[in-house]
């Protein structure tokens, strides 16, 4: 269902690789929701080819970027301002990546050359994106930028490994370029801190599977899966979330303030007793 929420609002969508992804889900409600929109991905993840899909569907161009390089943002950033002949009202930072993880390698053994790649993709990429950005003053004012987080950022969660370190640095870019981009052109930042969702990022993390059924069973509302954040997302890129900045706001379905549930108490005693 629309509410017209974009109408006449123009974003770039960062981080659609499949139909699993958060981006995906985010791209397609925007474009229901009245907005133009521009995709972009690694030059990698393009030649994959799902993503021309999407494009199809949602009329809108794909420009090659790597996040973690400033040249190809600024070129994706004029393109997107050439292409949309004015400025950009939101932006959709859904991008993560860590080799420890992918390789496997725990956290006491990290190895430093992978972290700084996991720290580049997952959190300083915000970083530059907003840099070039700001830069080239290509946000409207009250434009709106998001970027994903998980709650690993402020609890331990085993297995999430080095991703937990950049995903704090993350929430913390958000808060720091937060303040600058609202005093400067009252622009918004936030985090959505998602449940655990099952995407080719979430499936990379070791017990995934258990997670997410955990989280299920401890959260009241049960988890909040892609199509769920993507509705949220749409809402702070909408006017009626004009004065939210500097958050990170849990789309969890209730699990951040959650202690203990029945149904988790009750498995956690079945399996003891076993
Ligand atoms: N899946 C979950 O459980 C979960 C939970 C909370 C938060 N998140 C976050 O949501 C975001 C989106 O992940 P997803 O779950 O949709 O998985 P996904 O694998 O579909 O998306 C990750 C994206 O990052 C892109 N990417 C990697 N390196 C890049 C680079 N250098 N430049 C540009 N893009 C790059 C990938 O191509 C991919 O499109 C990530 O920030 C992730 O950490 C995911």
């Known amino acids: 269902m629309s509410y017209n929420l974009l109408k006449g609002k123009r974003g770039i969508i960062f981080g659609a690789l499949n139909s699993e992804s958060i981006a995906w889900k985010v791209a397609e409600r925007a474009v229901e929701e009245g907005a133009q929109i521009v995709l972009t991905n690694t030059a990698v993840s393009l030649r994959l080819g799902e993503i021309k899909t999407l494009a199809e ?6 420009i090659a970027a ?3 390089n400033i040249e190809e943002i600024e070129a994706l950033v004029d393109k997107t301002l050439d292409y949309f002949g004015g400025k950009i009202d939101f932006v959709l930072h859904s991008i993560g ?3 420890n993880v992918r390789k496997n390698i725990e956290y006491q053994d990290l190895n430093y050359a992978f972290l700084d790649k996991t720290l580049d993709i997952s959190a300083l990429s915000f970083h530059k994106v907003m840099q070039v950005l700001y830069k080239k003053q290509a946000l409207a004012e009250w434009g709106s930028i998001v970027a994903l987080s998980y709650i690993a950022a402020q609890r331990t969660f085993v297995g999430y490994n080095d991703m937990a370190d950049a995903k704090a640095l993350l929430e913390s870019i958000a808060r720091s370029f937060g303040a600058v981009f609202g005093r400067d052109f009252k622009v918004r930042v936030n985090t959505v801190s998602q449940s655990p969702t099952a995407t080719t990022a979430g499936k990379g993390i070791k ?3 258990g997670m997410l059924e955990f989280a299920n069973a401890l959260s009241p509302l049960g988890n909040a899966d892609a199509d769920n954040c993507a509705d949220y997302c749409i809402t702070l890129f ?4 004009r004065k939210v900045t500097m958050q990170n706001l849990y789309h969890d379905g209730g699990f951040s303030t959650m202690g203990l549930s ?5 498995a956690f005693i079945a399996g003891k007793e076993k």
């Open 207 to 209: 017990g995934m599977e």
């Open 66 to 68: 790597d996040a973690t």
């Open 57 to 62: 569907k949602c009329n809108a161009p794909i």
């Open 238 to 241: 909408s006017d009626l979330t």
């Open 97 to 99: 990546m860590s080799p």
């Open 262 to 266: 029945e149904e988790v108490f009750k």
